[in-house]
């Protein structure tokens, strides 16, 4: 019989320290006697358990009477669903489930069907239900701002950074947009807006006003990932992430986010790392495919 450990981090950025304390806490280290271990790193938690590359390998290995462990039970699953899924396939499979810390810690195999079920089901609910009861302040005050008016989000980056005024020196001294965004490490579109009225397109004539529709932008599961784990984003564009629909495309994902074009591009600005010299090529082209799309969709807004 062996221990199947499981571990899962959303972004490349995050850490694993955590998971290995709890783990190493039991013994359950790599090398250890009858310990295998499996991971999914960037792998975000909205693709079911059983869906992910990681688990894949794990479920290849395990044999009857293994036990499948986890530091917590977010590194596995995140809702109700997810859980009796991986309950299930665990039963089937003859597999014991044992997470290390939180309220089921203390469950030998939470896979065992007796009184377990009742237990994990109160608590995964109460838990899915007390996120639910924290989100919906948000979303009403995010209502109540919008009808009365108001645009939310960040501050443009180049505002952030101070930089505003040296954007502006130095496009009018003939650098190019794109030059000034590789320079500075932001988006061309940061650079656009802190640029626009010396853009050749700019007229002073009154551009009449018009209700501005929101779009729907299918975001690649990179820049997704990357974007549920930035801290400092705003409400709005925190809840316009929550109110996404996933949709599965093989081993990934995309997020189809319905918002207004100011959220999207506020988005868009804070997956600008992804399109550095530095980062991985699959980052840049996912980032690159979501401002194209988000052009796009931008375009065809204002066609209407």
């Known amino acids: 019989?062996?221990?199947?450990?499981?571990?899962?981090?959303?972004?490349?950025?995050?850490?694993?320290?955590?998971?290995?304390?709890?783990?190493?806490?039991?013994?359950?280290?790599?090398?250890?006697?009858?310990?295998?271990?499996?991971?999914?790193?960037?792998?975000?938690?909205?693709?079911?358990?059983?869906?992910?590359?990681?688990?894949?390998?794990?479920?290849?290995?395990?044999?009857?009477?293994?036990?499948?462990?986890?530091?917590?039970?977010?590194?596995?699953?995140?809702?109700?669903?997810?859980?009796?899924?991986?309950?299930?396939?665990?039963?089937?499979?003859?597999?014991?489930?044992?997470?290390?810390?939180?309220?089921?810690?203390?469950?030998?195999?939470?896979?065992?069907?007796?009184?377990?079920?009742?237990?994990?089901?109160?608590?995964?609910?109460?838990?899915?239900?007390?996120?639910?009861?924290?989100?919906?302040?948000?979303?009403?005050?995010?209502?109540?701002?919008?009808?009365?008016?108001?645009?939310?989000?960040?501050?443009?980056?180049h505002t952030q950074l101070g930089i505003t005024d040296q954007i502006r020196h130095a496009y009018r001294n003939g650098a190019s947009i794109a030059a000034l965004a590789r320079e500075h490490r932001i988006s061309r579109d940061a650079i656009r807006t802190a640029i626009a009225d010396l853009l050749p397109h700019r007229t002073d004539r009154p551009i009449p006003a018009t209700t501005v529709q929101a779009i729907r932008v299918e975001i690649p599961g990179k820049v997704a990932d990357h974007l549920t784990s930035t801290a400092d984003l705003g409400e709005a564009e925190r809840h316009a992430l929550h109110r996404g629909r996933t949709v599965r495309r093989g081993q990934g994902y995309s997020l189809h986010v319905t918002a207004l074009p100011d959220i999207h591009q506020t988005l868009l600005a804070a997956a600008a790392t992804l399109d550095t010299d530095g980062a991985p090529s699959a980052d840049r082209k996912a980032y690159r495919i979501y401002a194209n799309r988000l052009n796009a969709s931008t375009l065809i807004s204002h066609i209407r």
């Not at 280290?29 to 693709?47: E, H, L, M, N, Y």
Request: overall charge positive; hydrophobic content about 40%; some cysteine.
């Open 1 to 157: 019989m062996a221990d199947l450990v499981y571990m899962r981090v959303s972004t490349d950025e995050q850490s694993t320290q955590r998971q290995t304390h709890l783990l190493a806490a039991a013994g359950l280290t790599p090398g250890a006697d009858g310990v295998r271990i499996f991971s999914d790193p960037a792998t975000s938690s909205k693709i079911p358990a059983l869906e992910r590359a990681g688990f894949h390998e794990l479920a290849r290995f395990a044999r009857e009477g293994d036990t499948l462990t986890v530091s917590e039970l977010y590194r596995l699953c995140r809702n109700l669903a997810d859980i009796l899924a991986v309950r299930t396939w665990c039963r089937q499979h003859h597999v014991q489930l044992r997470v290390l810390s939180g309220a089921l810690s203390n469950i030998v195999d939470l896979a065992a069907a007796d009184a377990t079920t009742m237990l994990v089901n109160v608590i995964v609910s109460v838990g899915q239900f007390q996120r639910d009861l924290q989100n919906e302040p948000t979303r009403q005050g995010l209502a109540a701002a919008w009808a009365a008016g108001k645009t939310s989000g960040r501050r443009p980056r």
